[in-house]
């Protein structure tokens, strides 16, 4: 008998595209069209197409595995496998106290397993130490945001807003690459006679499409952001009545502004003077315009004051919290907007509560049944809870994340992990950093266990299982539990999605991001819904669970593509989440990279993504289709530098910075800066250019300076003959044109 199609959605970026799946007769599944699905009408990229080769037992674990006396990884049965992970945990506390076990969580984990992962580390093992890959990813839009608007969800918008505004800057995102389907909106953009502005160092395939391409030189986006902000106050084009209205600290950021001169600003950024007049006249001749952000600008060591100074454009102009216009982030992972929320990050409780309000601690314990008091404070962010690692953390339980190939200055975070006492990791297949777990436990994915997660546009989805998974491996959630008991809490874990989500609707009742009108049942009716959603008088009730009263389009009676979904598509439109109401200026001034250019390293070198490969490249590097169109990394450089390099398309290139260095094949583009070099992350060994990244820290978020680092580059091999080059490094021994 054929099995019928179950509507989901992909494993894999923020998207969340929708797509149906069927069980293959033989084993696995396969994905076809769900055009119901408003956000992605059908459209996927090929990872989401061949996201069931990842489900087959051929590339995955279907075992526990552990280190046996020789020093190898063998397989184990479930029992033996909890049991020394527990065991390991319980004596490590008792000898170092909770705080030497740490938790590293990840954005990609359903909201369920996310919060039921910060549970376990704050009820069970009472540690402070947890914090997750979304720390590497949004967390200084996140700041910025809560700075600013009070409140931090990625789009305060739908996306089905995009095309009705009057221009959108795409600031150092590159959907082309990173989510195709989202394209189609810039389109629609573009024919219904709005602009697009991008702003990247890199001609990409998204640049391509734009009306005006700014490529600033990598880490110079605070500068530009306060150049437009000049220019907008030179031209008179500010919204004073809006400023007065519903902002705060106008004077401050405006004085700030004034010092960033056009002639100045092109001299920072690269950026022609009249190339920064038409892109102010862009943003402000409409009436609507949008700012949206990507990784580009906040994987910065100022990440934070950058998106400030964009949000500062956009209040300035009155183009926050009116329909639509608005600043959005565009989150990345799969569940990056809730995993954000409900308390795998350092600081944070459930319902993106605050962990040192003391109010949030007594409402969460008290959904946990335990004495506030017993709560821990904060703890350290994800690249410096990585570098305590066999430090003062003795332990660490791992879920969701390969930061062997992810995190920054990579080749000591290798290392810290290597001097753990314990390692334990939970994944799908065997991780690079799974290889150096003393446990690893095989775990169900996506299309095997239900969940939910939450877009970029902040619209909860849930996700629905499709198919039984292979004999062998248990759900993350069951892990949580099996621990929990070893650990001698019997209660508060249990291995039900639909169950774990009820407590999670309670914990976040009342916070910023509140789920507590959200259910199952209507989710499962709807095509997903937008928090905040407080609950009616009647949570349970799918006509009132969650109270419709906040929904409204913003073009009153326009046909929508997308029927308006309940819970808060748009928010701020009457006042923002702050405590006046008002949005905050922030007032920023440029500041250099952490590293910049000299003389032994004398170039830029930025990182990001290809479509073809997700993250650390563990599930895609696993797919042979998606190998076949991204085999292996690259560096991306200009032809003038390759000439004076000596490089050819296809050398094989070292670049090299203070913290190591990475080999990778030369492509030579004209779409790159000529001061600047481009890898993309998703691959370990030679090529991981996660060797070379500079982990210097966002004084604020915390984040990792990913996009930019000093670096030199030297030809190591000829393409043509294999033979070792003898070309010297760039700045240093010049060759001729
Ligand atoms: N194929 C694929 N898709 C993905 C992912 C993936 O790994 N692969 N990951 C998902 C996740 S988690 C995320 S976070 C998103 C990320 O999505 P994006 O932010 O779109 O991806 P990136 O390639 O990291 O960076 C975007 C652009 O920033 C530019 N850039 C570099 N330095 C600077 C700078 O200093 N200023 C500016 N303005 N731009 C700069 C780069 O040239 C690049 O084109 O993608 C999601 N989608
Ligand atoms: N140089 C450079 N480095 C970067 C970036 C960059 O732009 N440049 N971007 C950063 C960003 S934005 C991000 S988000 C990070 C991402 O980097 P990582 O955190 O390494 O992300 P993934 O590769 O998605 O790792 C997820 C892991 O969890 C496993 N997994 C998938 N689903 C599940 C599940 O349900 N349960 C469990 N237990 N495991 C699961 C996968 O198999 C995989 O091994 O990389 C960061 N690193
Ligand atoms: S764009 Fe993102 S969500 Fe959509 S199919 Fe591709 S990876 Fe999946
Ligand atoms: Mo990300």
């Given at each position: 008998?054929?099995?019928?199609?179950?509507?989901?959605?992909?494993?894999?970026?923020?998207?969340?595209?929708?797509?149906?799946?069927?069980?293959?007769?033989?084993?696995?599944?396969?994905?076809?069209?769900?055009?119901?699905?408003?956000?992605?009408?059908?459209?996927?990229?090929?990872?989401?197409?061949?996201?069931?080769?990842?489900?087959?037992?051929?590339?995955?674990?279907?075992?526990?595995?552990?280190?046996s006396?020789?020093?190898?990884?063998?397989p184990?049965?479930?029992?033996?496998?909890?049991?020394?992970?527990?065991?390991?945990l319980?004596?490590?506390?008792?000898?170092?106290?909770?705080?030497?076990?740490?938790?590293?969580?990840?954005?990609?984990?359903?909201?369920?397993?996310?919060?039921?992962?910060?549970?376990f580390?704050?009820?069970?093992?009472?540690?402070?130490?947890?914090?997750?890959?979304?720390?590497?990813?949004?967390?200084?839009?996140a700041?910025?945001?809560?700075?600013?608007?009070?409140?931090?969800?990625g789009?305060?918008?739908?996306?089905?807003?995009?095309?009705?505004?009057?221009?959108?800057?795409?600031?150092?995102?590159?959907?082309?690459?990173?989510?195709?389907?989202?394209?189609?909106?810039?389109?629609?953009?573009?024919e219904?006679?709005?602009?697009?502005?991008?702003?990247d160092?890199?001609?990409?395939?998204?640049?391509?499409?734009?009306?005006?391409?700014?490529?600033?030189?990598?880490?110079?986006d605070?500068?530009?952001?306060?150049?437009?902000l000049?220019?907008?106050?030179?031209?008179?084009?500010?919204?004073?009545?809006?400023?007065?209205?519903?902002?705060?600290?106008?004077?401050?950021?405006?004085?700030?502004?004034?010092?960033y001169?056009?002639?100045?600003?092109?001299?920072?950024?690269?950026?022609?003077?009249p190339?920064?007049?038409?892109?102010?006249?862009?943003?402000?001749?409409?009436?609507?315009?949008?700012?949206?952000?990507?990784?580009?600008?906040?994987?910065?060591?100022?990440?934070?004051?950058?998106?400030g100074?964009?949000?500062?454009?956009?209040?300035?102009?009155?183009?926050?919290?009116?329909p639509l216009s608005?600043?959005?982030?565009?989150?990345?992972?799969?569940?990056?907007?809730?995993?954000?929320?409900?308390g795998?990050?350092?600081?944070?409780?459930?319902?993106?509560?605050?962990?040192?309000?003391?109010?949030?601690r007594?409402?969460?314990?008290?959904?946990?049944?335990?004495?506030p008091?017993?709560?821990?404070?904060?703890?350290?962010?994800?690249?410096e809870?990585l570098?305590?690692?066999?430090?003062?953390?003795?332990?660490?339980?791992?879920m969701?994340?390969?930061?062997v190939?992810?995190a920054?200055?990579?080749?000591?975070?290798?290392?810290?992990l290597?001097?753990?006492?314990?390692?334990?990791?939970?994944?799908v297949?065997?991780?690079?950093t799974?290889?150096?777990?003393?446990?690893?436990?095989p775990?169900?994915?996506?299309?095997?266990?239900?969940?939910?997660?939450?877009?970029?546009?902040?619209?909860?989805?849930?996700?629905?299982?499709?198919?039984a998974?292979?004999d062998?491996?248990?759900?993350?959630?069951?892990?949580?539990?099996?621990?929990?008991?070893?650990?001698?809490?019997?209660?508060?874990?249990?291995?039900?999605?639909?169950?774990?989500?009820?407590?999670?609707?309670?914990?976040?009742?009342?916070?910023?991001?509140?789920?507590?009108?959200?259910?199952?049942?209507?989710?499962?009716?709807?095509?997903?819904?937008?928090?905040?959603?407080?609950?009616?008088?009647?949570?349970?009730?799918p006509?009132d669970?969650?109270?419709?009263?906040?929904?409204?389009?913003?073009?009153?009676?326009?046909?929508?593509?997308?029927?308006?979904?309940?819970?808060?598509?748009?928010?701020?439109?009457?006042?923002?989440?702050?405590?006046?109401?008002?949005?905050?200026?922030?007032?920023?001034?440029?500041r250099?990279?952490?590293?910049?250019p000299?003389?032994?390293y004398?170039?830029?070198?930025?990182?990001?993504?290809?479509?073809?490969?997700?993250?650390?490249?563990?599930?895609?590097r696993r797919?042979?289709?998606?190998?076949?169109?991204?085999?292996?990394?690259?560096?991306?450089?200009?032809?003038?530098?390759?000439?004076?390099?000596?490089?050819?398309?296809?050398?094989?290139?070292?670049?090299?910075?203070?913290?190591?260095?990475?080999?990778?094949?030369?492509?030579?583009?004209?779409?790159?800066?000529?001061?600047?070099?481009?890898?993309?992350?998703?691959?370990?060994?030679?090529?991981?250019?996660?060797?070379?990244t500079?982990?210097?820290?966002?004084?604020?978020?915390?984040?990792?300076?990913?996009?930019?680092?000093?670096?030199?580059?030297?030809?190591?091999?000829?393409?043509?003959?294999?033979?070792?080059?003898?070309?010297?490094?760039?700045?240093?021994?010049?060759?001729?044109?």
């Open positions: 008998m054929q099995s019928s199609p179950t509507p989901t959605h992909c494993p894999y970026c923020a998207l969340q595209c929708g797509m149906n799946l069927t069980p293959a007769p033989g084993g696995g599944a396969e994905v076809t069209e769900r055009a119901d699905f408003p956000v992605n009408r059908g459209a996927l990229c090929g990872k989401g197409r061949s996201a069931p080769a990842v489900l087959s037992s051929r590339v995955r674990l279907t075992s526990p595995l552990v280190r006396g020789d020093g190898t990884l063998v184990a049965g479930w029992e033996e496998a909890l049991d020394r992970i527990a065991g390991a319980a004596r490590i506390r008792a000898q170092h106290g909770p705080d030497a076990c740490g938790v590293f969580g990840g954005g990609g984990l359903t909201n369920e397993k996310a919060y039921a992962l910060g549970k580390a704050r009820v069970v093992l009472g540690t402070s130490q947890i914090d997750y890959n979304g720390r590497f990813c949004m967390s200084s839009a700041a910025a945001v809560t700075r600013a608007f009070g409140l931090d969800r789009l305060p918008f739908p996306l089905a807003d995009i095309p009705r505004t009057g221009c959108v800057i795409l600031v150092g995102s590159n959907p082309a690459e990173t989510m195709p389907p989202f394209l189609r909106y810039f389109t629609e953009l573009r219904n006679g709005g602009t697009l502005v991008v702003v160092p890199r001609r990409t395939r998204t640049a391509e499409q734009a009306d005006l391409h700014l490529a600033p030189r990598p880490g110079t605070l500068a530009l952001a306060l150049g437009l000049h220019l907008v106050i030179a031209e008179g084009r500010t919204d004073e009545a809006y400023i007065a209205q519903r902002t705060t600290g106008w004077e401050e950021a405006r004085a700030a502004a004034m010092a001169w056009p002639e100045y600003v092109e001299r920072v950024t690269g950026v022609p003077v190339q920064l007049r038409e892109a102010v006249r862009m943003f402000c001749e409409p009436a609507s315009a949008m700012v949206l952000t990507a990784r580009g600008p906040e994987q910065q060591s100022k990440g934070t004051d950058t998106v100074a964009w949000i500062n454009l956009c209040l300035a102009t009155g183009r926050a919290g009116r608005g600043y959005g982030c565009l989150t990345g992972q799969g569940n990056g907007q809730g995993g954000r929320e409900h795998q990050k350092a600081d944070q409780l459930p319902g993106y509560r605050k962990l040192t309000d003391p109010a949030a007594r409402h969460v314990a008290g959904v946990w049944g335990v004495d008091d017993s709560l821990p404070g904060p703890g350290r962010s994800a690249y809870l570098d305590a690692l066999g430090t003062d953390i003795r332990a660490l339980l791992l969701g994340s390969n930061p190939v992810s920054p200055r990579a080749a000591h975070v290798e290392q810290r290597r001097s753990l006492d314990f390692l334990a990791v939970c994944d297949v065997l991780s690079e799974a290889a150096l777990a003393d446990v690893v436990l775990v169900t994915q996506w299309a095997e266990e239900t969940g939910t997660v939450t877009s970029l546009e902040g619209r909860v989805l849930l996700r629905r299982r499709a198919l998974p292979p062998g491996v248990r759900s993350d959630l069951e892990v949580l539990h099996e621990l929990a008991a070893r650990l001698g809490v019997e209660k508060g874990f249990p291995t039900d999605p639909e169950e774990v989500f009820d407590e999670l609707r309670r914990a976040s009742a009342g916070g910023p991001a509140d789920y507590s009108g959200i259910t199952y049942r209507e989710l499962a009716r709807e095509n997903g819904v937008f928090w905040p959603c407080p609950a009616g008088a009647e949570p349970d009730d006509e669970a969650c109270l419709d009263v906040y929904a409204q389009d913003p073009a009153g009676d326009e046909d929508l593509d997308d029927p308006e979904p309940p819970g808060t598509p748009r928010l701020f439109l009457d006042r923002f989440a702050t405590e006046d109401g008002r949005a905050r200026f922030a007032p920023v001034s440029h250099p990279g952490a590293e910049e000299d003389e032994e004398p170039l830029l070198l930025t990182t990001g993504r290809v479509v073809a490969q997700y993250q650390s490249g563990a599930q895609t797919v042979d289709e998606l190998n076949a169109a991204a085999p292996g990394p690259f560096v991306e450089l200009h032809p003038r530098l390759a000439a004076r390099l000596g490089a050819a398309e296809g050398d094989l290139l070292a670049v090299v910075s203070r913290r190591g260095r990475a080999v990778a094949p030369a492509r030579i583009t004209a779409g790159i800066r000529p001061d600047t070099l481009f890898m993309p992350f998703h691959w370990p060994g030679e090529g991981r250019v996660n060797t070379v500079n982990p210097a820290l966002d004084p604020v978020s915390r984040m990792p300076e990913f996009k930019v680092c000093a670096v030199r580059a030297e030809v190591v091999e000829t393409a043509a003959d294999g033979r070792p080059a003898r070309a010297g490094s760039a700045g240093s021994s010049p060759r001729p044109r």
